[in-house]
């Protein structure tokens, strides 16, 4: 992804979708998506955007600004799916005319970020590092 933003022009995108009631107290919640039973938007914008709505809840999204093209720049979508169980369902996509990096991420639980730290801190310390 660093390497696509580092060639220029790239776009980059985040779609998250989780559980609907998990944005329960959040600006972007909505009852309507809840009560509909179907995957609905909630957020569409970019990651300076999102941030400020929601800072416990969009570091994928952080992650994926500072690492592409920035936070004023990186497109956000947020989905709520009533019908979800309680994981994330990612997919990053970065893109420029002449290379595209699609990924597609799903996780159980929150376990990829403490071992995201631990990758991070084991890229700082070694002689080779992995991207």
């Known amino acids: 992804m660093q390497t696509i933003a580092l060639i220029g022009g790239a776009e980059a995108e985040l779609t998250l979708t989780r559980e609907a009631s998990t944005y329960r107290d959040t600006p972007v919640f909505s009852q309507a998506v809840l009560d509909s039973g179907e995957r609905g938007l909630l957020f569409e914008g970019t990651a ?11 570091n994928i999204g952080v992650a994926t600004s500072l690492a592409t093209i920035g936070p004023d720049k990186t497109r956000i979508r947020i989905y709520g799916d009533p019908n979800m169980p309680n994981d994330d369902d990612v997919y990053i996509k970065v893109a420029s005319e002449q290379a595209s990096a699609e990924m597609k ?27």
Do not use: D, T
Request: glycine share 2%.
């Open 48 to 58: 300076a955007e999102a941030i400020p709505l929601l800072p416990r809840m969009i």
């Open 105 to 131: 991420i799903y996780s159980k639980s929150s376990i990829l970020v403490g071992w995201s730290v631990v990758s991070l801190l084991n890229n700082l310390v070694s002689p080779v590092y992995f991207y």
